[in-house]
């Protein structure tokens, strides 16, 4: 059985599939973009999903949507590091995780209070980051992905994605190791969206079982994602639908944690789908 992903100090919860709410304070990620870009709203928002159910919150401080442009080390700084020390000081519950391919973002959030480092390069863009996390107890979030957010859509060329995503995440957790992060503070993310056709990310959900042979956590961030649209039709308010089934099938397949935005009809959905797959008998008893 995999355990929970940890750090110094604490873990996630082991009893359920663990829900991540994403907070953006940024101007221009692609669903909540410039609603929380303001220390008061970010905060304001973080203390909602507390409410709502989450278990984990990830601030992240520069967008990564495809063809996003990067910010400078200033300004994700400016963004992110007044959230997590304000938070702190107001005793937040949840575990904080920085959403951050920068390991000065990563040391400097921390020190501030944050216990997770969530890179979407897998400790690739700046490797350094890994040693950073190491020397603070802190748990990574390692994501497959290809080239850069201005390029990564170009370089979708897989022969088979799931191996190839597999083995391209067992590298970046034997880096990780070698860095002096234990297995347990070690989650995997396949990267859905990133470097992805629509069709690749729907393999890779569907198969998300596969990635547990890592022997780590396995996160999923699936929510309001292009794929969905360019799939099933699903666009604006109506990508709730197709994530919420993503959560579903997910959870049911071996997602330990999930990154989503609707955090509450997360919860509501995950609460009903576990406890029908962990009544024995599932459905058999209902009135006929």
């Known amino acids: 059985m995999i355990r929970p992903l940890s750090w110094q100090g604490g873990a996630l919860p082991s009893d359920r599939p663990a829900v991540m709410s994403i907070l953006n304070v940024t101007p ?26 989450a278990d984990v919150l990830d601030l992240g401080g520069e967008s990564t949507r495809p063809g996003a442009a990067p910010v400078s080390l200033d300004e994700e700084l400016r963004r992110t590091v007044p959230v997590v020390e304000r938070l702190v000081k107001e005793d937040y519950p949840l575990p904080i995780s920085i959403d951050t391919s920068r390991h000065t973002v990563a040391r400097r959030t921390l020190e501030a209070g944050a216990v997770i480092v969530n890179d979407v390069t897998g400790g690739t ?52 190791t070698a860095a002096g992060i234990p297995a347990e503070r070690q989650a995997v993310d396949p990267g859905i969206g990133f470097a992805k056709t629509a069709t690749d990310s729907l393999r890779l959900v569907s198969e998300v079982g596969h990635f547990e042979q ?51 009809a997360t919860r509501a959905v995950l609460n009903v789908t576990m406890a029908l797959s962990d009544t024995e008998g599932g459905l058999s008893d209902r009135p006929t």
Do not use: N
Request: aromatic content about 6%; some cysteine; proline content about 2%.
């Open 28 to 53: 221009d990620s692609f669903f909540d973009g410039g609603h929380h870009a303001e220390v008061d709203a970010a905060v304001r928002r973080a203390w909602e999903v507390v409410d709502e159910g």
């Open 125 to 176: 863009r700046e490797p350094e980051i890994l040693a950073v996390a190491a020397e603070h107890g802190a748990a990574v979030v390692l994501m497959h992905m290809r080239g850069t957010p201005q390029t990564m859509q170009g370089q979708t060329d897989y022969r088979d994605v799931v191996s190839e995503v597999s083995e391209a995440l067992r590298a970046l957790c034997d880096a990780a």
């Open 214 to 264: 890592l022997a780590r956590p396995v996160l999923l961030g699936a929510s309001r994602k292009s794929f969905l649209g360019r799939l099933f039709g699903q666009e604006g308010d109506d990508r709730l639908y197709g994530s919420l089934a993503v959560a579903a099938w997910s959870a049911l397949r071996g997602a330990h944690i999930l990154r989503v935005h609707d955090v509450r």
